[in-house]
């Protein structure tokens, strides 16, 4: 049996880990044999992540680390607790991030209106919030024998999504981030470490479902126009990244850096027309 996608006792950082989608990549690397530790800002959220995982997965050997991504000290708490426990890290999945309220313009205002305290906030979750966690784990991760960085971007970085200023904004600079580190850490590592982004498409979360479904479960005008936009004709479901995330993380991806890979059922590759 081939063991390109095998990710078996390989040591994986999640951010965003009690969050629905990098929560349910979490959960997948530990049903596939990694080891995986959860951050996230709230103790009683993490425990419950942590609990969901091994009552799903007896066998999985995962973690969970209170560390904030704007905050570097819990990040390195977070980073010297795993090497105690596991001795290195292979991976590391920046999967915390999200849209502000306040950083979206509603239809009824106008660009002007924008509240720039609320852009910069959108800023620092998305793109300081992958940056920073990059930033303290690099060292270990250049440690390993091999290692990989999976990023999240958004269909609003390659276009241009309404209402969503601050986020698109952020998740264009983690697409360039992405690219600028893949091309910086390929030459330095000879290849030993890179650096990818997933983008899903339209997924419904508990950010974004307000926006996208009426309390009934029909589509609001936004949700309609974005299926109409979606070749699937349907929203994702978390587990649908699974596959991309193991890719990039496993050495079936070795030769593959820089990468921003849709998952979006045909989305971003969509004219409209
Ligand atoms: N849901 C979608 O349709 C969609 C589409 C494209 C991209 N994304 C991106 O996917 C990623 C996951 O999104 P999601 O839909 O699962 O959202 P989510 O809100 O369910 O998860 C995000 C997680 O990030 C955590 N977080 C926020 N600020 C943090 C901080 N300062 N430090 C540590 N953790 C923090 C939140 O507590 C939450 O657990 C985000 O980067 C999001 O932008 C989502």
Redesign the pocket.
């Known amino acids: 049996m081939s063991t390109l996608f095998d990710i078996r006792s390989r040591v994986i950082v999640v951010?965003?880990s009690?969050?629905?989608?990098?929560g349910s990549a979490a959960r997948h690397l530990c049903s596939q044999g990694a080891r995986v530790a959860f951050?996230?800002?709230n103790r009683a959220k993490l425990d419950e992540s942590i609990s969901s995982c091994l009552s799903a997965h007896p066998e999985a050997e995962c973690v969970g680390l209170v560390?904030?991504?704007?905050d570097r000290r819990s990040l390195e708490d977070a980073r010297e607790a795993i090497v105690t426990r596991w001795g290195s890290i292979h991976g590391l999945v920046n999967?915390?991030?999200?849209n502000m309220p306040g950083a979206t313009i509603p239809p009824e205002k106008a660009f002007a209106d924008l509240d720039f305290d609320s852009f910069r906030q959108v800023v620092d979750?998305?793109l300081h919030?992958t940056v920073l966690p990059t930033l303290v784990f690099a060292e270990e991760l250049q440690k390993a024998p091999t290692a990989s960085v999976v990023n999240?971007s958004?269909?609003s970085a390659p276009l241009a999504v309404s209402r969503v200023v601050g986020y698109s904004a952020a998740k264009a600079a983690v697409e360039n981030f992405t690219r600028w580190l893949a091309v910086e850490l390929a030459s330095r590592t000879t290849g030993k470490v890179r650096v990818n982004a997933v983008l899903?498409?339209?997924?419904l979360?508990?950010?974004?479902r307000r926006l996208l479904t009426n309390e009934d479960g029909s589509l609001t005008a936004r949700g309609e126009s974005v299926i109409r936009k979606t070749p699937f004709g349907r929203f994702g479901a978390a587990e649908e990244l699974h596959g991309t995330i193991q890719f990039l993380l496993s050495s079936a991806s070795r030769f593959v850096t820089g990468a921003i890979v849709p998952v979006d059922g045909g989305f971003v590759a969509f004219s409209g027309v």
């Open positions: 951010t965003g009690t969050g629905a989608l990098a951050l996230g800002r560390a904030d991504v704007l999967g915390a991030g999200g979750l998305n919030g999240f958004s269909v899903p498409g339209f997924f979360g508990e950010q974004n």
